[in-house]
């Protein structure tokens, strides 16, 4: 009887529960795909990591969660030998940057925008091991590996901290969750958000690469240019929409009953952003 209820109680609470401490991440294995010579996106749990390898170390691409660090670590071995250097994060949520203070510790430098780290900072649960060590405002250039490795920043897309990184030579480019491929994005407008910062982003990238270029999203596969401009399709579409609604006076809880994107959400929604969530992001992004 006692084991039912407590049982129960468990269960509900791991329902609830937000912090990623509490989340089984024991059955997750890390997925290595090479994408170009010596590029490779990694998927384990969270965001899609990136990783350069080469005669200097290894350039690794966010991190995902905290408990995922050691079979990272190991994933990475599968390939090189070296030790990861540096470790970019594109932007502060806890799924690109958990395993920070591991791969810190063991001698990485965190580089990061410069609000990734007063962001991180400002959380009580991050712990001073994982704060970025190099913090940039605009852009920065990693020459490793035989590459240009080309990080800047689009201004309130995402976040406001995003960083996009570009392998010129290689022609790979990883956008964090700046590209969310297929599905609707997930834009953060606590944390500086917009959906024309979100757009300025996918179209400042879309006309840096061409149709052969590997695109490694935040979240989905492995991408091309052309589904960088499905999503920015649709999501100019959904600002028209969300904004002819604004414009006819109806507030954000009148606009989500209009369901607005019902023909959209077969094809795009998800778990995380259904279409009510996709419309109340652009509703607050766009409403004055
Ligand atoms: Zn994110």
């Known amino acids: 009887m006692f084991r039912v209820f407590s049982t129960t109680i468990i269960a509900i609470y791991l329902s609830v529960a937000p912090a990623c401490a509490q989340r089984d991440f024991s059955a997750v294995e890390i997925n290595v795909s090479e994408v170009s010579d010596g590029i490779y996106m990694l998927e384990g749990a969270g965001g899609n990591?990136?990783?350069?390898?080469?005669?200097?170390?290894?350039?690794?691409?966010?991190?995902?969660?905290?408990?995922?660090?050691?079979?990272?670590?190991a994933a990475i071995k599968t390939v090189t030998d070296k030790p990861v250097e540096f470790v970019l994060?594109?932007?502060?949520?806890?799924?690109?940057?958990?395993?920070?203070?591991?791969?810190?510790?063991?001698g990485a430098y965190i580089v990061a925008h410069d609000n990734v780290r007063g962001r991180l900072a400002a959380n009580d649960q991050t712990s001073a091991?994982?704060?970025?060590?190099?913090?940039?405002?605009?852009?920065?250039?990693?020459?490793?590996?035989?590459?240009?490795?080309?990080?800047?920043?689009?201004?309130?897309?995402?976040?406001?901290?995003?960083?996009?990184?570009?392998?010129?030579n290689a022609n790979v480019v990883h956008m964090g969750d700046v590209f969310f491929s297929g599905r609707y994005p997930y834009i953060d407008?606590?944390?500086?958000?917009?959906?024309?910062?979100?757009?300025?982003?996918?179209?400042?990238?879309?006309?840096m690469i061409d149709d052969e270029t590997n695109v490694i999203p935040g979240h989905g596969p492995l991408s091309k240019k052309?589904?960088?401009?499905?999503?920015?399709?649709?999501?100019i579409d959904i600002r028209s929409r969300i904004q002819a609604l604004i414009d006819q006076g109806l507030d954000e809880d009148a606009v989500v009953a209009a369901d607005p994107l019902a023909?959209?959400?077969?094809?795009?929604?998800?778990?995380?952003?259904?279409?009510?969530?996709?419309?109340?992001a652009?509703?607050?992004?766009?409403?004055?």
């Open 129 to 168: 091991g994982a704060l970025p060590v190099i913090t940039f405002s605009e852009s920065a250039t990693f020459h490793r590996n035989g590459e240009a490795i080309h990080v800047f920043h689009p201004a309130n897309a995402h976040t406001d901290g995003d960083a996009i990184v570009m392998f010129r």
């Open 282 to 288: 652009a509703y607050q992004s766009l409403a004055e």
């Open 89 to 106: 994060n594109t932007h502060h949520h806890g799924d690109h940057t958990g395993g920070n203070e591991a791969f810190g510790d063991s």
């Open 49 to 73: 990591m990136g990783l350069s390898v080469g005669d200097d170390g290894a350039f690794l691409i966010d991190d995902q969660f905290a408990p995922l660090s050691e079979k990272i670590v």
């Open 226 to 235: 052309a589904d960088i401009n499905a999503s920015i399709a649709v999501l």
């Open 189 to 207: 407008i606590g944390s500086g958000g917009t959906i024309d910062g979100y757009i300025d982003a996918l179209e400042t990238t879309a006309a």
């Open 263 to 280: 023909d959209l959400n077969d094809e795009w929604a998800w778990q995380f952003i259904t279409g009510e969530r996709m419309a109340r």
